[in-house]
């Protein structure tokens, strides 16, 4: 079992969204639960994947095909899985402020949020703060997730984390900036909850936002 | 009077040159148009021919095929009906795609250009080099599908038994086009034209798109050489060519330079016009700039040129 | 000086000091107040925030205009605008098909934007071209390829690396023609701003795009001219790569160790740029913050292949300030080292008498200067105060209090001055960084007449 297992988390990085699939239906028929095949294959794949990353051992291309392979994978799973009343069900908004339409970072995070097991929104590209607090309104979310990529748009994410702070939400929602200029110092001043300085790292730190709640 | 339109296609360096040459002599009694596609943007095809006294014109920048250039090839024509020509020979450069002639036909009968009739295309095969190119270069293949007389050229260069293969490989691909062999394109083109095949073409959207586009350098050379640096630099730049064409000052005297797969060619030029200038035809893209940068540097104490 | 410093630093001769070249794109424009779509659309408005960029800042180099969108709207991108920053590309016309684009989109100098950029290049050049290096920026093959197609190039590049590749190449042609033009109004540095290289492996770099960059910068140099490589975000990993591709000069941002980086450029003898970093200093630094990165980068460094700059294209709102004072740090780094260990040192407790504002008998016009000997902006702003004083004769006052001793930084922290040039009148800030003109400043004064 844990063979099968192990070459799933290993095929994201084989770039073929097939044999991912071949192997996920191939452990699935052994009998394997979707749970544990998403958790121990596909989750701890993704996983290497943003170490690999986060080390310069693989870039964005790399990440990119391996998140396909996931995603695809996905699909398959996903009307397996089984809601247990023990789950923590993270629920995660994300996107790229209004005039900023760079979507490669945001895209990686996301996609690394997926393969940690979150449930994520992503509302795409050049969004407003208002969106983005409605998306978070329509689908109960944890976490907003705010990405930039110019100094220019990056003064987007403080109205998006004031609206949110004089929001009546049912969940106490955490806002999160992200993007290359900016830093952590500036983030935590102009209020977002958390930064983080890269995709693997952003997923780090919602469950430590949550599991802090 | 209706003229008559001819396609010369080729590899560069097989001969088009030479049979537009023969052609031209072959039907000196009619009037004939030219329209040449030079490579390079340059004139060196042109000026060969130029001083036999004909109306030209030139189609710069590419392919006559290629589709954005499509228009341009149809202004040369309108301008040609001016004219009054009996045939046109259209030459086009060596990996030009003449599968797109029906189309380019309809557009000229749209355009009420009914002056001409398509009767067909000339294919020029080198035989020194066909193994090589052929797997080289697909438009070779399609040159000879849509073929109507396919000339085996530079017979000499091989033994009869080889040019009887290179047949069986060209016949098996085209069996309707009239087949000849020849050396510098000697043949009775009057005949040969009287009673070309004209079947009914596959049309087919031309290959002649970026994949086989031609990446061409233009070296201005108006120093003077030596022979020696000269044919180490054009030896060792060769590789990365199909071909190299031009004229360049050799220790003092004009020279025309011909290179086609490393045969290395320097004669004498009795032009007394020539732009000096050195064109080539990469193999290897673009990157063509930073070997030639490289072995310029080696060879010469020269500016490198690049036009 | 000036352009001679590039010149020689790019031929690895010996020089007094570090050549520097800030990369003011549309924080031009912010000098002359305009917006940073007015000065990448209205040549004249382009042109004058260069003339401005060049006063204030000192620069031995500068680029005429940054904006990496300029090809890839000719070849079919939609633009998104913004007044404070470079459009972005909103659309890819080989999004759906996997193309190569004939090369007959290879942009004409009639096409797009490129008739207003030569046009100001030609002025500038015939203007200021013979003091300083005029930079002409280009969008690199694989960030062009990139705007062409969209995020799937990386995938293509894993499944489908020729037609990478060849796009890759195409995108060089289109940078081989710019080039053409740019050279042809007047730049001395060509440079190809790739900012996406640090998102790929070295093996994809080398495999897929090396070839296209060095044929872009050995046509470069059989012009004649310097080519330069500049590259966003964290290219530590690709450097010993882009050496390989033969340009003249590397521009690398805060995301790399430039002092490790050097040792890898030096290795290739290629002159490298950087690195102070964009937001963190530039735009939220003060400075103090400014001055003090530069001294310090220039002293963990060698000197020699090395050319000051800001990381890349400055953010629109960068405080004018910021630049001037790291200009001045660059042009006379030992007087500015003084300046930051002062600052650092200086306690409340050096006795400076603030004059009575208040009960002035004529107005008093002060300009806190970092030196006005050596820094541009400050020499403007100490020259129209004189100018104020020979106007005005005895009816007014007029000091400066350059940066350069303990007593005037003293002067300086109980006056609040934070930035330097700046110009008071009776104790009151007035201008800062930006010079006022012999109208405003006249009218200003005249105010403060009884």
């Known amino acids: 079992m844990m063979d099968i297992l192990k070459k799933i988390a290993e095929s994201l990085m084989e770039f073929e969204p097939e044999d991912t699939i071949a192997l996920v239906n191939e452990a699935l028929a052994s009998g394997i639960d979707a749970k544990t095949v998403l958790n121990e294959g596909l989750i701890k794949g993704m996983d290497i994947v943003g170490q690999l990353f986060k080390t310069n051992e693989i870039y964005v291309p790399e990440v990119t095909m391996a998140a396909e392979c996931l995603q695809e994978a996905l699909v398959v799973i996903k009307p397996l899985l089984k809601e247990e009343p023990s789950d923590v069900k993270v629920t995660v908004v994300i996107g790229t402020v209004e005039g900023d339409v760079h979507d490669i970072g945001k895209n990686l995070v996301a996609v690394m949020m997926e393969g940690a097991g979150f449930e994520v929104i992503d509302i795409g590209n050049n969004v407003l703060a208002q969106t983005f607090i409605d998306a978070a309104k329509e689908h109960n979310a944890d976490i907003i997730a705010c990405s930039a990529l110019l100094t220019t748009t990056m003064a987007v994410m403080p109205e998006v984390a004031a609206l949110a702070k004089n929001e009546k939400f049912e969940k106490d929602v955490k806002v999160l900036f992200g993007g290359a200029p900016i830093f952590e110092k500036w983030a935590l001043e102009n209020g977002a909850d958390g930064y983080a300085e890269d995709a693997s790292g952003a997923v780090q730190l919602v469950k430590d936002l949550v599991s802090r709640k | 009077m209706m003229a008559e339109l001819l396609l010369i296609t080729g590899f560069l360096g097989s001969g088009k ?138 017979a000499d260069t091989r033994t009869q038994d080889e040019l009887d293969e290179i047949s069986k490989k060209i016949v098996n691909l085209n069996s309707k ?69 031009g004229f360049i000052q050799v220790d003092g005297e004009v020279c025309e330079i011909s290179v086609v797969n490393c045969t290395v060619n320097i004669n004498k030029s009795d032009s007394q016009t020539s732009i000096l200038e050195l064109v080539l035809i990469s193999s290897i893209g673009i990157s063509i700039l930073s070997r030639v940068a490289e072995m310029w540097n080696k060879y010469f104490d020269h500016t490198l040129q690049i036009i | ?331 006379n780094t030992a007087e500015t080292r003084e300046m930051v260990a002062n600052y650092q040192a200086v306690e409340e407790d050096i006795e400076v008498d603030l004059p009575d504002y208040d009960h002035l008998k004529k107005p008093l016009v002060e300009a806190f200067t970092l030196d006005s000997a050596t820094c541009a902006a400050c020499t403007y702003m100490w020259g129209a105060a004189q100018f104020a004083k020979e106007h005005f004769k005895d009816e007014i006052d007029i000091v400066e209090y350059k940066y350069t001793t303990k007593e005037n930084i003293a002067r300086c922290k109980k006056m609040g001055v934070t930035n330097l040039p700046s110009l008071y009148i009776n104790g009151k800030l007035k201008w800062k960084s930006i010079i006022p003109s012999e109208d405003e400043l006249f009218e200003e004064i005249k105010k403060n007449m009884n």
């Open chain 2, 17 to 154: 040159t030479t049979l537009l040459k023969e052609l031209i002599e072959a039907f000196k009694t009619k009037k004939i148009g030219v329209v040449i596609n030079e490579f390079g943007e340059t004139g060196i095809d042109g000026r060969l021919i130029s001083h036999e006294n004909f109306d030209l014109v030139e189609i710069n920048n590419g392919s006559v095929f290629c589709s954005c250039l499509k228009d341009k090839f149809i202004d040369a024509l309108i301008e040609m009906t001016k004219y009054d020509l009996d045939y046109i020979f259209v030459e086009s450069t060596g990996l030009a795609d003449p599968s797109n002639m029906d189309s380019i036909s309809e557009i000229l009968s749209k355009q009420k250009m009914s002056k001409y009739k398509y009767k067909g295309s000339i294919c020029i095969i080198d035989a020194e080099y066909f193994e090589d190119l052929f797997d080289l270069l697909p438009a070779i293949e399609r040159q000879i599908v849509f073929s109507e007389l396919i000339i085996i050229n530079k």
């Open chain 2, 177 to 245: 086009a009239r087949l000849i062999i020849t050396t510098f394109c000697k043949a009775d083109y009057v005949a040969l034209l009287e009673d070309l095949y004209s079947a009914a073409h596959t049309v087919g959207e031309s290959i002649n798109t970026p994949e086989s586009r031609l990446k061409t350098v233009r070296l201005r050379v108006e120093e003077n050489y030596t022979m020696t640096a000269l044919n180490q630099f054009l030896k060792e730049i060769c590789q990365y060519t199909y071909r190299i064409k």
């Open chain 3, 1 to 331: 000086m000036g352009k001679d410093l590039i010149i020689k630093v790019m031929n690895h001769e010996t020089i007094d000091r570090v050549p520097w070249v800030p990369f003011a794109g549309v924080h031009a424009g912010k000098l002359k107040g305009f917006t940073a779509k007015e000065v990448l659309t209205d040549g004249q408005k382009l042109y004058e925030s260069l003339l401005e960029v060049n006063k204030l800042y000192k620069p031995d180099g500068m680029p005429v205009v940054f904006d990496l969108q300029i090809e890839a709207e000719i070849l079919g991108c939609d633009l998104l605008w913004a007044e404070d920053a470079p459009p972005s590309v909103n659309s890819h016309p080989l999004k759906d098909t996997k193309e190569i684009p004939c090369k007959c989109k290879i942009p004409e100098a009639k096409q797009g934007r490129i008739p207003m950029v030569l046009d100001v290049m030609k002025k500038l050049s015939a203007e200021i071209g013979n003091e300083t290096a005029l930079y002409g920026l280009i969008c690199g093959p694989f960030t062009l390829a990139s705007h062409l197609r969209g995020n799937s190039i990386f995938k293509d590049m894993i499944k489908d690396a020729k037609y990478v590749k060849e796009l890759v190449e195409f995108c060089a042609e289109v940078n081989i023609k710019m080039a053409e033009y740019y050279i042809d109004a007047g730049m001395d540095v060509i440079a190809i701003v790739d900012p996406l290289v640090s998102q790929v492996s070295s093996k994809h770099f080398h495999n897929i795009l090396a070839d296209s960059f060095e044929s872009v910068f050995s046509y470069i140099r059989s012009k004649g001219k310097f080519s330069s490589f500049f590259v966003c975000g964290d290219a530590t990993n690709q450097m010993e790569e882009m050496c390989l591709t033969k340009p003249d000069n590397i521009s690398i941002d805060e995301n790399v160790d430039i002092v490790k980086a050097k040792e890898t450029t030096d290795k290739y003898n290629i002159v490298i740029s950087g690195n102070i970093p964009l937001t963190t200093v530039m735009l939220h630094g003060n400075q103090q913050d400014n001055m003090k990165y530069v001294v310090d980068l220039l002293d963990s460094i060698t000197k020699d292949n090395l050319i000051l700059s800001p990381g890349c294209d400055m953010p629109y709102d960068v405080p004018i300030e910021n630049t001037i004072g790291a200009a001045m740090a660059v042009i």
